[in-house]
């Protein structure tokens, strides 16, 4: 089963972590070595792409003052 992250439902922690690091990856050496490094570790593509191409729908951690309470 997928680990989950209390505060996003929508990904799991896992890949969340390996899209951040391709991130700072992006930064340092730009879109292709990447998304190539977000393919070799299970990343969709359009996932990577999505997230490598649209700086500006980046998803924020958790933007709320206040995380919702743990069920």
């Known amino acids: ?6 505060n ?3 990904t ?3 890949t969340a972590g390996q899209v951040d690091e391709g991130l700072k ?3 340092r050496y730009g ?4 998304l190539l490094f977000m393919e070799q570790v299970g990343v969709p ?8 191409c649209s700086p500006e729908h980046f998803r ?8 919702r309470p743990a069920r």
Request: with cysteine; hydrophobic share 40%; glycine share 0%.
């Open 1 to 6: 089963m997928v680990e989950q992250s209390r």
């Open 8 to 10: 996003d439902a929508r």
């Open 12 to 14: 799991d922690v896992v």
């Open 25 to 27: 990856l992006c930064a």
């Open 31 to 34: 879109v292709h070595p990447a």
């Open 45 to 52: 593509r359009q996932v990577a792409l999505r997230v490598l």
């Open 60 to 67: 924020q951690r958790d933007r709320r003052r206040h995380p």
